[in-house]
Each structure stands twice: as structure tokens, then as C-alpha cells.
């Protein structure tokens, strides 16, 4: 089984440092590349997580009428709360609530151009956020920032891999794509407790995605922490007791999994401490399929009142920013939000 590639925070940060190795063992196209790498040692993370993830559950129990005011139908729910609306394996996802936002521009500059929101409703709005939780605004922002400037760093490591290979793209092409982006987009995401039943694989080798689909992203880079099990029971937040060998059963075999090159199935577990990085459709596209993005899902953990919290943030390209010379790709990311979220009309 294949091991994620772990990078050292320091070591990211020296530009100097040649880290093409281990970018291409992480992010390549070989049979043992798994798509994605951890990053450990990032100063003030641990602390930034712990307090987003923690109000991922807060937001969840708030009344639904504080809910409701911050559902943002223009944009097709991508930005503030989104609950049932998108369409996951044919059905309408209720396994998830999900906050969204940009955490680097909350009044994005073309907020004020009507054609690019009529265009480009799922970025061009200004963020929402709850009156009844304030906190959210800034522990969502200050942790969506630290993940994108450590995105930005495997970006220029992915840069000098990518000039390596092909002398003709762009210096930059991917740290500037996501240094230049008015379109990231930020999601804290809260899985509610499910059932055993509804958890566990079936017979067939289905329903191994019972908390997230098998897709990739159309980002450059997505960032991602760790997740956060909480126990709700009783209207409290609690930390899941990994000490009961129940919870530790349940937890066990759930989470991320991610589709290795060679199609295998490989679950990966993120350190607390460490951010993940994963490919996005993009970035194969804009690396001529040097990197390849990494297909993944999400499997459940039943234990009574056991939820799931975590954050991921989408760093993608402006929509006019040239993935390629070849002109039929740059049409790309104008198609590619669309397809990637299907939202009941
Ligand atoms: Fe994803």
C-alpha cells in the first residue's frame, strides 16, 4: 500500500530547497502515486484548527431559523449554508451541512460587476455570515488564509517540477494562479451521525462512499485538515472518546479514502498536525497531466451521535486565467464549477 508523502513545513519554505522528488513521488502520474501529501510543522495551525472545526458543530445546532437567513440561493447555495442541496449519488446530500465562503477576498473586487455575477454567481458574491455565531467570520478566514499561503509554497515546489519537465509553461503557472485567485472557495464542513446501516458497505462493494461520493476536484491545489469527531450527544460538544473500543471500531475504517493511479483504494488518515494537499482537475489539465488529480471519497462512521468535522479549501484558477496555449482547455474553468457541484434547481 502506498504511503502519503509527508513534507516538512521548513523545507517548504526554503526556496532554495529541491523537493522534486518527493513532489513527484506525491503528485505524479507512477502506479504508487497517491495524488496527495501532508504537510507537518506549520506554525499556529493546531491552535487555527481546533477552533474551526469545533464551531463547525455550534453552527450545526443553532436554530434552523439562524440557519436559514444565511442560505444563499443566487449563488446556488455556494456561499454561507448549504444543506440538502446538492445531489450526491443521485439523491439530495442530507449526510452534510456545509459552510462556504471565500476566505481570501469577503468582498470579492468584482462583487460589483453585475456580468460577472450573472457569469459567475458561485464566486462572485460577497461572503454571508451567521449574526448568531460572530466568531465564525475570523477563525474561518485566519485558518482559510494559512492553508492557502502554504498552498501557494507546494505550488512553487509543483512549479519548478512542472519547468523541469516542460521548459514552455509558464514560471509560476500554479503559485500565481492561486496567488491571483478572486475565486478560492472555503468549505467547513459538518457530517451528522449516521446509521450503521446507512455507514456500512454493502455485499456488492457499494455505498463505500457513504459520506461523500467518488470525485476530484477542479482545483489547483485543494488544502484539507484533518478531521475533527465529535460526540453531540446531549446537546454538548464533546471529543469523540477514542478510549471506548466502540467509537474506535467505528472510526476505524471510516473517512477519506483516496483512488490510488493504480485504481486501488487506500484510506488515509491526515495527522492532526498536518495539513493534506491534493491535485484538482486543473492542475492536470495545466501540467499537461504531469500531475494527475486525485479521485477520493468519504466513508461514514456509525456510532450514535458521532459527527465529523473538517475544512477544505478549493484553490482554483481565476476563469480567465490560460491553463494551457491549446484554447479548447481554457474554456475549462468556465465549465468545470458546474459540473462539479449539481445543486437542486
Ligand atoms: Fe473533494
Known sequence: MADVIALDYAALADPSADLSGPIAAAFGSGSGCLGACFVRGVPGFPELRQRLLRLASVFAALPEDAKQAVVHTP????????????????????????????????????????????????????????????????????????????????????????????????????????????????????????????????????????WCGLHVDHSMLTGLTSAMYVDESNGEIKDADKSNPDVAAALEPAGLYIQSRGSEFVQVKIPADCLAFQIGEAAQVGSRGLLVATPHLVRGAAYPNLARNTFAVFMQPNVDYPLTADKTFNDFTKEVMKRHYEPIA
Request: aromatic letters at 12%.
Open 75 to 210: 449563488s446556488s447555495y455556494l456561499f454561507g449554508w448549504s444543506h440538502g442541496k446538492e445531489i450526491m449519488n443521485g439523491k439530495p446530500d442530507t449526510a452534510k451541512g456545509s459552510y462556504y465562503n471565500n476566505p481570501i477576498r469577503d468582498v470579492p473586487p468584482k462583487s460589483r460587476d453585475p456580468d460577472y455575477i450573472a457569469k459567475f454567481p458561485e464566486y462572485g458574491f460577497p461572503n454571508v455570515w451567521p449574526k448568531e455565531l460572530p466568531e465564525l467570520r475570523e477563525a474561518f478566514m485566519e485558518l482559510g488564509q494559512l492553508i492557502v499561503d502554504v498552498g501557494k509554497l507546494v505550488a512553487a515546489h509543483c512549479d519548478k517540477y512542472l519547468v523541469a519537465n516542460f521548459p514552455d509553461i509558464p514560471a509560476n503557472f500554479m503559485e500565481r494562479a492561486i496567488a491571483e485567485s478572486d475565486t478560492i472557495k472555503a468549505r467547513l464542513l459538518h457530517y451528522f451521525p449516521i446509521s450503521k446501516e446507512d455507514a456500512t458497505p454493502k455485499p456488492d462493494g457499494s455505498n463505500m462512499d457513504s
